[in-house]
């Protein structure tokens, strides 16, 4: 080979290692920047030749110059990214509903017997001391003092209930603002993902790589896989984002979502494409787990025709379902005792009237709608003890406090229990599905840990790994360089010589 081929092979390795050495420096630059792929150079041998049946190299090229990545493990990632995300929603809300239960439970969780001294009236203290005032007014029905302390007993249970009930209504309010905050979220991210694929097709219409600008997709598709169960694909430079199987996103064009809804029970919460108006299916990721959270399609009014009202415990709110266990623990209750009370007389002879009556008249008693009967808090005399009205006829008084005993009354899951029983199966309930909603949000945390650092170990940028290559790139083009500067001496000496 001449002496200019050389030459040439000696300035294309020069011009590979610059290149090198630029994307090296570049990696170095975002060592710390977040979501950053290592970018490397590919370089190819030159088309060889043969010269007198030997076959020589013509130099290097370079081929490309591409990130660092692997789009089955970035899938994946998002993917359990998602589940993951759902799960710690689920898993937030139940301990929180154990934390309200133990703030009224006089110190015992409800995966706990033991007792502390984080409260001092719970639930089943109330339940009991209601039951307890029942069968003090039984042995004498003609005291004033046992006779106040029914109607206290009861409006103490009222209160203790309904606050309950209004903190998981808060809990609900919170998952109806969640899923609208998370959609407005992804509507976001979605535009951004739509605003850098147009940028990324100018970038690259001449067949490079715009690297940073697909790293800032990528750390936007990872902030969306945390909202919702997107996929993505790409085709010919033009990337799709969609939602289980919906496109949300089709290179420069996103596509709107919003909520319908108010969370109610007759309203409840709906996500949509603003322009087809069909409803957009998300089934995990954080907003998944909200608008599962918000529904209140388990929660329903209980009347005497309902009564035993089999609570179940498998809908897919978790706040609902306890909403519905205290509705079902005060309603019930409620409707047997009124109908006892208005079966006998009071003490001055006049038929009975229900102990428990709604705020407003115009809605179905339940958890948000029930009172011990103002006329009973401003006179108690009014409150039936027997069938008579004499002192020694206390048979109401003793059929309601058997009702503590009752098992015909409640049901939890299609087993019959008495109050105690159904209030305890509750807590139960709460304990075991937090522990198994915690070990699922730390089993799958853990997996997306894995994968994430299975995907670091591919793109990330290692300051020694980049080090070392700099040091080998400016060996290689300072050895190329003097290929050139010896084939020069040559030329030189060669001159001379023919001089």
Same mark, same amino acid.
């Not at 076959?55 to 660092?68: D, H, L, N, P, Q």
């Not at 009752?406 to 807590?427: E, N, P, R």
């Given at each position: 080979?001449?002496?200019?081929?050389?030459?040439?092979?000696?300035?294309?390795?020069?011009?590979?290692?610059?290149?090198?050495?630029?994307?090296?420096?570049?990696?170095?630059?975002?060592?710390?920047?977040?979501?950053?792929?290592?970018?490397?150079?590919?370089?190819?041998?030159?088309?060889?030749?043969?010269?007198?049946?030997?076959?020589?190299?013509?130099?290097?090229?370079?081929?490309?110059?591409?990130?660092?990545?692997?789009?089955?493990?970035?899938?994946?990632?998002?993917?359990?990214?998602?589940?993951?995300?759902?799960?710690?929603?689920?898993?937030?809300?139940?301990?929180?509903?154990?934390?309200?239960?133990?703030?009224?439970?006089?110190?015992?969780?409800?995966?706990?017997?033991?007792?502390?001294?984080?409260?001092?009236?719970?639930?089943?203290?109330?339940?009991?001391?209601?039951?307890?005032?029942?069968?003090?007014?039984?042995?004498?029905?003609?005291?004033?003092?046992?006779?106040?302390?029914?109607?206290?007993?009861?409006?103490?249970?009222?209160?203790?209930?309904?606050?309950?009930?209004?903190?998981?209504?808060?809990?609900?309010?919170?998952?109806?603002?969640?899923?609208?905050?998370?959609?407005?979220?992804?509507?976001?991210?979605?535009?951004?993902?739509?605003?850098?694929?147009?940028?990324?097709?100018?970038?690259?219409?001449?067949?490079?790589?715009?690297?940073?600008?697909?790293?800032?997709?990528?750390?936007?598709?990872?902030?969306?896989?945390?909202?919702?169960?997107?996929?993505?694909?790409?085709?010919?430079?033009?990337?799709?984002?969609?939602?289980?199987?919906?496109?949300?996103?089709?290179?420069?064009?996103?596509?709107?979502?919003?909520?319908?809804?108010?969370?109610?029970?007759?309203?409840?919460?709906?996500?949509?494409?603003?322009?087809?108006?069909?409803?957009?299916?998300?089934?995990?990721?954080?907003?998944?787990?909200?608008?599962?959270?918000?529904?209140?399609?388990?929660?329903?009014?209980?009347?005497?025709?309902?009564?035993?009202?089999?609570?179940?415990?498998?809908?897919?709110?978790?706040?609902?379902?306890?909403?519905?266990?205290?509705?079902?623990?005060?309603?019930?209750?409620?409707?047997?005792?009124?109908?006892?009370?208005?079966?006998?007389?009071?003490?001055?002879?006049?038929?009975?009237?229900?102990?428990?009556?709604?705020?407003?008249?115009?809605?179905?008693?339940?958890?948000?709608?029930?009172?011990?009967?103002?006329?009973?808090?401003?006179?108690?005399?009014?409150?039936?003890? &027997?069938?008579?009205?004499?002192?020694?006829?206390?048979?109401?008084?003793?059929?309601?406090?058997?009702?503590?005993?009752?098992?015909?009354?409640?049901?939890?899951?299609?087993?019959?229990?008495?109050?105690?029983?159904?209030?305890?199966?509750?807590?139960?309930?709460?304990?075991?599905?937090?522990?198994?909603?915690?070990?699922?949000?730390?089993?799958?945390?853990?997996?997306?840990?894995?994968?994430?650092?299975?995907?670091?170990?591919?793109?990330?940028?290692?300051?020694?790994?980049?080090?070392?290559?700099?040091?080998?790139?400016?060996?290689?083009?300072?050895?190329?360089?003097?290929?050139?500067?010896?084939?020069?001496?040559?030329?030189?000496?060669?001159?001379?010589?023919? &001089?």
């Amino acid at each position: 080979m001449s002496s200019f081929g050389t030459y040439g092979i000696a300035y294309s390795g020069m011009y590979v290692n610059q290149a090198s050495l630029a994307v090296t420096s570049t990696n170095l630059a975002n060592v710390d920047t977040t979501g950053a792929s290592r970018v490397r150079v590919s370089a190819v041998d030159k088309t060889t030749i043969t010269s007198g049946g030997t076959t020589m190299g013509t130099g290097v090229s370079v081929e490309s110059i591409t990130r660092a990545r692997d789009k089955y493990l970035d899938s994946t990632y998002r993917t359990q990214n998602a589940d993951c995300s759902y799960d710690s929603v689920k898993s937030g809300n139940l301990e929180y509903i154990d934390e309200i239960l133990v703030e009224y439970d006089s110190g015992t969780t409800a995966d706990s017997t033991t007792d502390s001294t984080t409260g001092s009236s719970g639930v089943q203290q109330e339940v009991n001391s209601f039951f307890t005032a029942w069968s003090t007014l039984s042995t004498d029905s003609s005291s004033a003092t046992n006779r106040d302390a029914v109607v206290t007993a009861g409006t103490s249970l009222v209160s203790t209930l309904t606050s309950i009930d209004k903190q998981l209504q808060q809990l609900q309010t919170d998952a109806v603002n969640g899923a609208k905050d998370g959609v407005d979220s992804l509507n976001d991210l979605a535009g951004q993902v739509a605003d850098l694929n147009q940028q990324i097709s100018k970038a690259e219409v001449n067949g490079t790589e715009a690297s940073y600008l697909r790293d800032q997709r990528d750390v936007l598709l990872d902030n969306m896989s945390a909202l919702a169960n997107i996929s993505t694909s790409e085709s010919s430079g033009t990337l799709q984002v969609t939602l289980d199987g919906a496109t949300l996103v089709n290179g420069s064009k996103a596509n709107k979502l919003v909520i319908d809804g108010s969370g109610t029970t007759t309203d409840p919460l709906t996500v949509k494409w603003a322009d087809s108006k069909g409803v957009a299916t998300i089934k995990s990721g954080s907003i998944g787990a909200y608008l599962e959270d918000a529904d209140q399609t388990d929660y329903e009014t209980i009347d005497s025709s309902s009564i035993p009202y089999d609570s179940k415990t498998t809908g897919t709110s978790s706040i609902s379902t306890m909403r519905q266990q205290i509705n079902d623990l005060i309603t019930t209750l409620a409707v047997k005792v009124n109908a006892l009370q208005t079966a006998g007389v009071d003490s001055n002879g006049e038929a009975g009237q229900d102990f428990f009556t709604t705020v407003d008249a115009s809605q179905p008693l339940s958890i948000t709608n029930i009172q011990v009967s103002t006329k009973l808090t401003a006179d108690a005399s009014k409150l039936v003890a &027997g069938s008579s009205s004499t002192d020694s006829d206390n048979t109401i008084a003793n059929k309601i406090h058997d009702l503590a005993s009752d098992t015909t009354l409640y049901q939890s899951d299609g087993l019959a229990v008495d109050i105690t029983g159904f209030y305890k199966a509750t807590t139960t309930w709460v304990g075991t599905a937090g522990d198994t909603a915690a070990s699922n949000y730390t089993t799958q945390t853990s997996l997306v840990t894995q994968i994430d650092n299975q995907r670091q170990s591919v793109s990330s940028i290692s300051l020694d790994e980049e080090l070392s290559n700099m040091m080998m790139y400016q060996k290689a083009y300072t050895a190329n360089s003097k290929v050139l500067s010896t084939i020069d001496s040559l030329l030189a000496d060669l001159i001379k010589d023919l &001089g």
